[in-house]
């Protein structure tokens, strides 16, 4: 049983466009919900990370929004570039273990020039 | 700062053989975690270390894997005998302390293949 739902699996951008990954969860005990890139042959670097007081964060071209009713939340990056090639997972954790983190399957991005 | 450095970086074995992973977390995070990406599916919590103490190992698929940190600084995982399911990514990750503010560091991780 997936606690977290990624979609979609691949995910293939022109350069300037914007790409959205989306997530679902099941657990409303959930209250941090963080977004990690990683690149090829490197770990998962925190990206940027939400809690569910708020419905958006914005940090420079990315952008998490949440959705509390619907258990869903995204990342939008705006204007693409092929530095962002890589791999996105969404993840999830309850409170007092913040650090215990459910991930999804991961996206695979690919920002063509 | 040096980050989340674990080693080796690559280890192919045959099924029955032993394996032992190390990583040494950044200097001064009592936290450490273990975690293992398994064929391209969802990255899996395995367990967590506050210095030297097992906080939660709930997510150890079985007995053949040993975690351990003795005195609180480098971690091992050693898997005995291994099994052909437990080729995967093994991901080493460290924090500060509990709160969100203090996030995870991942290190580049193990890939383990069993043959």
């Known amino acids: 049983q997936q606690q977290v739902k990624q979609s979609p699996q691949s995910l293939i951008v022109q350069k300037g466009g914007i790409s959205i990954i989306n997530c679902a969860y099941e657990n409303t005990a959930f209250d941090y919900f963080p977004w990690y890139q990683q690149f090829p042959g490197k770990g998962p670097a925190l990206l940027i990370a939400i809690r569910p007081d708020v419905s958006e964060k914005k940090e420079g071209r990315f952008t998490i929004s949440f959705n509390k009713s619907a258990k869903q939340f995204s990342l939008h990056i705006m204007d693409s570039q092929p530095g962002d090639s890589a791999t996105y997972f969404c993840a999830a954790s309850r409170s007092g273990a913040t650090n215990k983190l459910i991930f999804g399957t991961g996206t695979l991005l690919a920002v063509q020039p | 700062e040096a980050g989340v450095t674990q080693f080796p970086s690559h280890s192919v074995i045959e099924k029955g053989q032993t394996v032992t992973l190390r990583c040494d977390p950044i200097?001064?995070?009592?936290?450490l975690y273990w975690y293992r990406r398994v064929m391209g599916k969802e990255i899996k919590f395995l367990l967590h270390f506050v210095k030297e103490s097992k906080q939660d190992e709930s997510g150890m698929p079985n007995n053949r894997f040993l975690a351990e940190r003795t005195g609180g600084t480098y971690s091992t995982l050693k898997v005995q005998p291994a099994e052909l399911e437990d080729s995967g990514v093994y991901f080493c990750?460290?924090?500060?302390?509990?709160?969100?503010?203090?996030?995870?560091?991942f290190g580049n991780g193990t890939r383990l293949t069993v043959t």
């Open positions: 990750a460290s924090s500060q302390d509990l709160t969100s503010g203090s996030p995870l560091h």
């Open positions: 200097s001064g995070h009592d936290n």
